[in-house]
T-cell receptor, first 114, second 111 residues
Framework: SAVISQKPSRDICQRGTSLTIQCQVDSQVTMMFWYRQQPGQSLTLIAT?????????ESGFVIDKFPISRPNLTFSTLTVSNLSPEDSSIYLC???????????FGPGTRLTVT | KQEVTQIPAALSVPEGENLVLNCSFTDSAIYNLQWFRQDPGKGLTSLLLIQSSQREQTSGRLNASLDKSSGRSTLYIAASQPGDSATYLCALYTNAGKSTFGDGTTLTVKP
């Protein structure tokens, strides 16, 4: 299994600012992902964080809005830029193990944009 | 494209009742299926993982089954407790390396 921590757990930000979320995993993992969960909805994959190279973004998500860093196999950051109220969501870091490919999630970061 | 449906969207039961949550999918070329629990405002906790070659997995009061031929999985919860109240999501990981999540079933267990 993998234990994932995220910082911050929640934040309230003003429109037009940015928030950077950190994700730390207790073991080295190849596959790391960032998800968004808007109120009352299921999960939407934002991007796959690739170690040492640019993230792979899903349709509808762009690097300028959601820059991602992944300097090593245990850490990643997601920045949500130029915030608007529509960005108010829970952002979740996730990893997938090898072998059984079981997926694990962090506790989430609840972002409210005012 | 894989589609995952969870019915019902919400379920309310009295404490002690046994219940079944359903998950249906359209593409049987899956690597595994996972059931998660999510408490309000929190992350997802993995409950059970069923590999493609397996028919069921059990953990305590939980039992998950997988029938690829009919495109269905069920999560059985025995002797439900108020602490089981949460949203339950199923997720499929396909051979193409893609994950698809259902919208979840929100369970309320009344004391």
């Amino acid at each position: 299994s993998a234990v994932i921590s995220q910082k911050p757990s929640r934040d309230i930000c003003q429109r037009g600012t940015s928030l950077t979320i950190q994700c730390q995993v207790d073991s080295q993992v190849t596959m790391m992902f960032w998800y968004r969960q808007q109120p009352g909805q299921s999960l939407t994959l934002i991007a796959t964080a690739n170690q040492g190279s640019e993230a792979t973004y899903e349709s509808g998500f762009v690097i300028d809005k959601f820059p991602i860093s992944r300097p090593n196999l245990t850490f990643s950051t997601l920045t949500v830029s130029n915030l608007s109220p529509e960005d108010s969501s829970i952002y979740l870091c996730s990893v997938r193990g090898t072998g059984l490919y079981e997926q694990y999630f962090g506790p989430g970061t609840r972002l409210t944009v005012t | 494209k894989q589609e995952v449906t969870q019915i019902p969207a919400a379920l309310s039961v009295p404490e002690g009742e046994n219940l079944v949550l359903n998950c249906s999918f359209t593409d049987s070329a899956i690597y595994n299926l996972q059931w998660f629990r999510q408490d309000p405002g929190k992350g997802l906790t993995s409950l059970l993982l069923i590999q493609s070659s397996q028919r069921e997995q059990t953990s305590g009061r939980l039992n998950a089954s997988l029938d690829k031929s009919s495109g269905r999985s069920t999560l059985y919860i025995a002797a439900s407790q108020p602490g089981d109240s949460a949203t339950y999501l199923c997720a499929l990981y396909t051979n193409a390396g893609k994950s698809t999540f259902g919208d979840g079933t929100t369970l309320t267990v009344k004391p």
